[in-house]
């Protein structure tokens, strides 16, 4: 997928004028809090603690990272003793060339696929339908994105951002139907449409193409977490099976698999289990009724390698839950779109500069209100606010801020070297933002920053320095 996260501001602003998608988010947002919330409590019901499993969680996936191609070699020796093949990708052409390989090799012409976030780094579907395959996306969020011509624009919800109606009408115009009455669309009905349409493609493509959400060493098998039963017939129904995923999903035994899955649907969605847990091992064997003739893993390196044994090691324990979207400001004030890549919100704020060059997406790493919402739900404990601190200071160490910017960090850098000009210019500016705000405290329009009053008002400040305030209290104490 073509990066346009250089235009993440353009983007916001676009957005956040967007009422149909500010109505979606608004819908969403408390449904993803609300429910993870419940989630996590009922762990104690089950006599376990959050923070004790997020730490276990923490420690097995870095025991993972930090012997990465240890945990490769072996998952790779497991799952060609299944009967798999194991390939490697370098980056996203790579990826393309080798699935379409797969591919010609087999006689394919139609792919379904289950979400592989992937293959929308290497821009996979575009490669397919210009070799001649026809890609089918089975999700039915991804299903919907596709139908109109768009990206996901969450990592589990990817048609987060579409209200009832768009969906109502995209399904008329592609499933070449009549558009129903505004009251009779309902999501059932939608949903059962799609799935009509869907069995089709299931019964009628060659190759099925999925990502992973963990691989597991110990037995060399994919395991997939799922809602809805797509990744099942994307699996088993087809005569080819491709798994494409990052290097940095292997977990070394079942155990770790299980830990791990206390947490992962919990904090997606909420859910004790999602509705389809599935460990898929080599190919169909003789006597079996269904399974893939063909399973071809494609391990994909694409910036990852890159990451390790650097000060964003961390982020690679991420296992793409989506609540740290969900739980952020940010993302939910300007949707996943705004983002310009494959990951929104502030896992994607710390990816996508790492994956597609600090210099590609200026604005991200000041996406954040640094209020760390993301990294308190994080089930791997990443320190999302500390990498997003960490990539601002490796911008302005390779003089990556805008000269303004620049000149006004020097300029304060200058004053705070002379604590009594300081002083003086901070008590100025204190007694000037009060009389600003007025009889009310409040200031409705600041012409330095206007963009923080642009939305709402700024609370002014008291009058009185923070100086002023600790020497009156302590002569009061003495
Ligand atoms: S960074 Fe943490 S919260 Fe965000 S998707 Fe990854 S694991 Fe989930």
């Given at each position: 997928m073509h990066s346009q996260a250089m235009f993440f501001r353009a983007r916001a602003d676009e957005r956040v004028d967007n009422p149909v998608l500010q109505r979606a988010l608004a819908k969403a947002k408390p449904l993803f809090v609300g429910k993870r919330a419940k989630g996590i409590e009922g762990l104690a019901d089950d006599g376990m603690e959050f923070e004790a499993l997020r730490q276990a969680a923490a420690a097995i996936r870095n025991?993972?990272?930090?012997?990465?191609?240890?945990?490769?070699?072996?998952?790779?020796?497991?799952?060609?003793?299944?009967?798999?093949?194991?390939?490697?990708?370098r980056d996203g052409k790579e990826i393309c060339q080798l699935v379409i390989d797969v591919a010609r090799r087999h006689g394919v012409t139609k792919a379904v696929k289950s979400k592989s976030m992937l293959s929308e780094e290497a821009s996979l579907n575009e490669a397919l339908a210009g070799a001649g395959i026809r890609p089918v996306e089975t999700d039915l969020g991804e299903y919907i994105v596709q139908l109109a011509g768009e990206a996901p624009s969450h990592i589990i919800a990817p048609a987060v951002h579409k209200t009832l109606a768009e969906v109502e009408a995209l399904f008329a115009c592609h499933h070449g139907r009549s558009p129903l009455p505004r009251t009779a669309a309902d999501i059932p009905a939608l949903a059962g449409e799609a799935r009509q349409v869907l069995r089709q493609h299931f019964l009628s493509a060659e190759m099925g193409i999925s990502g992973a959400n963990f691989l597991i060493a110990e037995t060399g098998s994919a395991a997939l977490v799922t809602n809805e039963g797509n990744g099942r017939m994307v699996t088993s129904l087809p005569k080819v099976h491709v798994v494409i995923t990052g290097i940095e999903k292997i977990v070394p035994?079942?155990?770790?698999?299980?830990?791990?899955?206390?947490?992962?649907?919990?904090?997606?969605?909420?859910?004790?289990?999602?509705?389809?847990?599935?460990?898929?091992?080599?190919?169909?064997?003789?006597?079996?009724?269904?399974?893939?003739?063909?399973?071809?893993?494609?391990?994909?390196?694409?910036?990852?390698?890159?990451?390790?044994?650097?000060?964003?090691?961390?982020?690679?324990?991420?296992?793409?839950?989506?609540?740290?979207?969900?739980?952020?400001?940010?993302?939910?004030?300007?949707?996943?779109?705004?983002?310009?890549?494959?990951?929104?919100?502030?896992?994607?704020?710390?990816?996508?500069?790492?994956?597609?060059?600090?210099?590609?997406?200026?604005?991200?790493?000041?996406?954040?209100?640094?209020?760390?919402?993301?990294?308190?739900?994080?089930?791997?404990?990443?320190?999302?606010?500390?990498?997003?601190?960490?990539l601002r200071e490796a911008q302005v160490a390779r003089g990556l801020r805008p000269r303004r910017e620049r000149l006004g960090m020097w300029a304060w850098g200058r004053l705070a070297r002379w604590p009594g000009l300081y002083r003086w210019c901070a008590r100025r500016a204190a007694r000037y933002l009060a009389w600003l705000g007025g009889a009310e405290g409040r200031i409705r329009v600041f012409g330095l920053a206007p963009g923080w009053t642009a939305g709402r008002d700024l609370p002014a400040p008291s009058g009185r320095t923070f100086h002023e305030l600790h020497s009156s209290r302590q002569t009061k104490i003495g």
């Open positions: 025991r993972v990272v930090d012997d990465l191609d240890v945990w490769l070699e072996i998952f790779e020796e497991r799952a060609r003793a299944t009967g798999a093949e194991v390939l490697w990708a035994t079942l155990e770790d698999f299980a830990t791990l899955m206390r947490l992962l649907p919990r904090s997606a969605t909420g859910q004790t289990i999602s509705n389809y847990v599935s460990l898929l091992t080599g190919t169909r064997r003789p006597g079996e009724a269904e399974g893939a003739e063909k399973t071809v893993y494609i391990l994909v390196d694409n910036g990852r390698a890159g990451l390790l044994g650097s000060p964003w090691q961390d982020m690679l324990r991420c296992i793409r839950c989506g609540a740290c979207m969900n739980h952020c400001p940010v993302y939910f004030s300007v949707g996943g779109h705004a983002y310009g890549w494959v990951y929104p919100g502030p896992m994607g704020s710390v990816l996508t500069p790492l994956y597609t060059g600090l210099e590609n997406a200026l604005d991200l790493p000041h996406a954040s209100t640094g209020c760390n919402q993301c990294g308190a739900v994080c089930p791997v404990g990443i320190p999302l606010s500390r990498l997003l601190h960490d």
